[in-house]
DNA sequence: TATGAATGAGCTTTCATTCAT
DNA sequence: CATGAATGAAAGCTCATTCAT
């Protein structure tokens, strides 16, 4: 995975490498494979060094493309920015519609979207990386484009209904917020890998051996089914907070 | 919280009120005091910008001293950073070292755990803010402040006792290893608040009204004691992952 | 007035109407019309913003034209500037010849020439502006333009005759240089038009006001008039000058 | 006068002679001397090229600076602008300050005025050119400047009273408002220098020609006088315009 | 005739850093 | 201890113009 991150996420097949025959031609007039190219180095150049840290000058030699072209095309580097933002987040979205969980029971449709999101995270560490850096921006660049917040996600709607199949089978334990729970899959998940450099420097261990990825996946599906299922000991469970 | 983010984390009591005594004297000939300022100035600006975005111009001007003065005291702007990063891990380390867990019966030292660890993000954001921008810069500067490596975290010998201890009472299930455990109780809380401008963007919902960041403490608690809480219909618990 | 000078000067009647028929067709292959869309953005442009501050694009966009149209029919930013100033001194040498001052008696000849001048100002923004901006150029679009040159102001002859006639009958003081005159009606409308914005504030006036206009209209003429006009005690006025 | 354009207008002494001693010392840390380099360089440039043509590379080398000192002492290129029109105002009204018409009798000291104004453009033609310069910004640099609006020019005021004395023993017309008088005198130097080029190729004369410039002076203040001068026949007087 | 992709050079501006005082 | 002048490099962006279709 780790070098996975300076790689564009949908590559669109074969890239480059027609390019360098003969005498220099200026480019190929191909519009649509320009504009991916700009979008895929955008993507690793964003991933690799954040909003500030990226350079335009970067993005377009990773693109093999005059700098003009990246202004063509997207407008000024916020654009840029906000079209990597949004095709990622379709990524995401698309991804998610796959799911059916409300095809089965509901420990093994929470098991799915548990491995799901998990598997996700760890095949696309540019949302990761891109997710962290909209929010160190304060998220101003998501909260602009309609385009992402118009997506919603099927989420939280088939989780409603799985918790409360599971509820009422008496698999699951009752009153369980969805988006609470979401939140806490994704968070297993994505602290892991986007912390993964000074977790692994403070553990002094590998995070990313894929044993030690194994074992994390299973870890987090033993946390969310431990925490729904239902007990009496857990129907008496007091807490006190802030 | 929101406000605090840009504020220093240890403003070091009253700030720059003595500076406009008498004749305009260049400056409070106070090293010490300018030597913080300078580190509460660089840490708004770390956190507001990231690394890159960060200006060394702007952390100056925040500190109202002169740009010289940072390279006087801190050299050039990595060490600066890694002066702010240090600072910061100190406070938890030192935090860390005030919790007694092994005084407390297993689960309310868990609960007690949890509690601390929610409760420290919520009152340090710049803590996560540096995390976050360290794991952006591939944990470069962490890894070469033998300073900080060296400030062991005191949890995971807690934690392995309280563990050992609430599985031999037969309160907590077995084989649960504490590494794995922090960096959940560490993730259900910091993924909610790092995340929280795409999360409240997409579920509409304000993730740092005090009702909701009371419901999300209450959550992490379960969670994690629901996974921990030891039961004969969790034995049988099989998970498959890649 | 204020608003003419963002309009071209000259629109040739209606204007992008024509253009949303059937099915989007490229362009409604009308070159002329085309032409004249190009040299009305561009005149516009020039007068915003003068030569170096116009833009290329901004002419196209203006012009609802294809960028690559722009150098089809005028060459490059350089010609297409000389085409504007071509058409506005036409434009004042074809209105020029209109006057036949030679068919009134003297006072009313110049009172005449002197109110042409100031309404062709008045209603002829653009070239004002445009002459300013040639200036600023040192007039070196000007001078290798023949069509311009070549272009002779009636005027000249006509005041010669018109004081020589006034002279004659004792009406105007004798020998009076008709382009020393000329230059001088002419800078009592240009500069108070042209200057308006710096005038306007130093002075805090609306000198676009209707009210002020027409005060200023009447003021130019007693001021060529007043001068011209013959009696004893001006025939002993001596000057020294450097 | 042709090439005084090109030359800054207060060139404060001896320039940049110790410069290039020795061995390409960076620069004598004087500032106060870099700083006005850097003024006399950017009134050159903007009076050679306008606002919009203005290079601020160009004056960073005219001035023999490095280019960042421009933004280090005057911000950006729109305030070192302002600071350029700004010293060009304070210049005429320190001028202006100097004139004691109140001292003189009405002709002699309308006649001074007018010769003052004339003579004034004559040497100082940088003020001409940033004149029409603003104006083609449409004013909104000299709006901004409160310290220019500040400045008040003595003129309107004195004039007022020469005009009041003149009538008053008969000499002048009346009711003349000094406003429009104080335009007129402007007017009428102005626009011969300032449309020099135009002029000059389309009447073919050289128009900086000294004998010229004498002759222009002398019909300036034939025009300013004859129409001020009271005598019978015209105050009869009428006019009538749009 | 018309389109829009593509270009290199240049623009204004900001960066982190060092030097002289 | 403290200041602010000075710097080269690089940033993001726009320019007028040409090429391929």
Redesign the interface.
């Known amino acids: 995975m780790e070098d996975v991150v300076q790689k564009a996420p949908a590559p669109s097949g074969d890239e480059a490498d027609l390019d360098d025959c003969a005498v220099r031609q200026p480019r190929p007039r191909d519009p649509e494979r320009t504009r991916l190219a700009i979008l895929d180095a955008a993507t690793a150049e964003f991933v690799a ?5 990226a350079s335009v000058n970067e993005i377009a030699a990773r693109a093999k493309v005059n700098k003009r072209m990246l202004y063509h095309y997207y407008g000024k580097k916020d654009d840029l920015y906000l079209a990597v933002l949004e095709r990622s987040y379709k990524g995401i979205r698309t991804a998610e519609r796959e799911l059916r969980l409300t095809d089965l029971p509901p420990r093994e449709a929470i ?1 799915r979207l548990v ?1 799901f999101t ?2 996700y995270f ?1 095949e696309h560490p540019e949302f990761l ?1 891109l ?10 660049y ?2 602009q484009s309609t385009q992402i ?1 118009d997506l919603h ?1 099927p989420l ?1 709607t088939m989780m409603r209904d799985v918790l409360e199949r599971g509820a009422a089978e008496g698999t699951f ?1 009752k009153g369980v ?1 969805p ?2 729970l979401y ?2 899959i ?3 998940g ?3 890998l ?10 002094e ?1 590998d995070l990313l051996d894929p044993a030690q ?17 239902c ?1 009496v ?2 129907a008496s ?1 007091k ?1 006190s ?2």
């Open positions: 060094h954040g909003f500030a840290g098991e491995m998990w598997d760890l990386s997710l962290n850096t909209e929010n160190m921006l304060r998220g101003r998501l909260r917040r996600s939280i334990r917020d988006v609470q939140v806490s994704a968070s297993l994505f602290f892991y986007s912390n993964r450099y000074t977790l692994s420097t403070i553990f261990r990825l194994a074992e994390r996946g299973r870890h987090i599906v033993e946390v969310i089914l431990g925490y729904l299922s007990d000991s857990k469970t807490v907070t802030t």
